[in-house]
């Protein structure tokens, strides 16, 4: 089975009432998609992708976060028990907006990730250091750690169920993106860590994304490389006549 997938993330883009319009175009023009497509979509607009995704194979919904407990006096947040029941099939987490505006941690992030497994769903784990931890040669140490953090007590079952997405957070909003050299060295070091923990299969079945102004023009040159199985789209998911592009690239 396929690695690859490529997965929109929205961010706090699009009204409900554009984006159906928007997935519909995508979907239009990759009717039968050679990889798996997920939109991580606004939590207010799940339930409406969600219908529309159901009806086609191959693509799929995300949520962009969930809070870590099943329910309770949290307010303003979304447990992962509701997302399961909406039918949502994945949930982005650990996203490097998350860490950086709202103080997410690898601790907390890990029992985020306990909770999506439990309720079901499959998380999209994001990692990826900042430019200065590049500069200083620091970068496969930094997500090296966030990887171990976050990931590693799991069971080898339950870490097979993981898609990582590295996004090196120069890369991410900037249109500087990785070159398709420097996501492969990062992408073959992550999956050289997952097999030394979890051994050679499961690091061979492992998804790994690369995220960072990912785009038609880049997308094909990246997924290209051995150890990128495909990407995780900011701006240029939010355009249809990009992310189609992509999707065809995917
Ligand atoms: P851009 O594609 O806009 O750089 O965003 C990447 C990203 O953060 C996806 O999660």
Known sequence: ????????????????????????????????????????????????????????????????????????????????????????????????ERRDYFGENDELIAKKVRKVLDNGMLPIYCCGEKLDV????????????????????????????VVIAYEPVWAI????????????????YIREIISVQYGKEVAARTTILYGGSMKPANAADLIAKPDVDGGLVGGASLKAELFKDIVAAG
């Open 1 to 96: 089975m396929s690695r690859n997938m490529i997965a929109g993330n929205w961010k706090m883009n699009t009204l409900p009432s554009e984006g159906t319009e928007l997935a519909q175009a995508v979907i239009a023009a990759n009717s039968k998609p050679n990889c798996k497509v997920v939109f991580g979509v606004p939590a207010v607009q799940l339930a409406q992708i969600k219908e529309l995704t159901s009806k086609h194979d191959n693509y799929f919904v995300a949520a962009q976060n969930c809070h870590h407990e099943d329910s309770g006096a949290y307010t303003g947040e979304i447990s992962a028990p509701m997302l399961a029941d909406l039918g949502i099939d994945y949930v982005i987490l650990g996203h490097s």
């Open 134 to 161: 590049r500069e200083a040669g620091n970068h496969e140490v930094l997500v090296g750690q966030q990887i171990k953090t976050a990931l590693f007590d799991l069971s080898a079952e339950d870490f097979g169920k």
């Open 173 to 188: 909003g900037t249109g500087v993106t990785a070159s398709p050299e420097q996501a492969q060295d990062m992408h073959a």
